[in-house]
Nanobody, 127 residues
């Protein structure tokens, strides 16, 4: 089992940047595929970006391509999401997810594929 804790959210003006972090407990972090999702009230949890266990393969939602960068540091049990050129439509609660048993190069873009979730961190982008 793994526990996830997100941090780094906040209020930022449009065009600004934030860096989210997701720290995982447990000794097998490097074997988990990871992802960042976001959710607004009344809507489903949507993929933002995902990364395979080694960090060699990434996936981005079209809405964030070229603006967001996902990365991970397995030595620190931490995953990051660098968010640049933020827009008001990026406003949401951001969650990190972890999935064990991942194949080497596999990333996962469906929320249902993830077994573990953090508590979420609010990102608010003002216009």
């Amino acid at each position: 089992q793994v526990q996830l804790v997100e941090s780094g959210g906040g209020l930022v003006q449009a065009g600004g940047s934030l860096r989210l972090s997701c720290v995982a407990s447990g000794r097998t972090f490097s074997s988990y595929a990871m992802g960042w999702f976001r959710q607004v009230p009344g809507k489903e949890r949507d993929i933002v970006a995902s990364i395979n266990w080694s960090g060699d393969n990434t996936y981005y939602a079209n809405s964030v391509k070229g603006r967001f960068t996902i990365s991970r540091d397995n030595a620190k049990n931490t995953m990051y999401l660098q968010m640049n050129s933020l827009k008001p439509e990026d406003t949401a609660v951001y969650y990190c997810g972890a999935r064990g048993g991942a194949k080497f190069f596999q990333t996962y873009s469906s929320a249902g594929a993830y077994a573990y979730w953090g508590q979420g961190t609010q990102v608010t982008v003002s216009s």
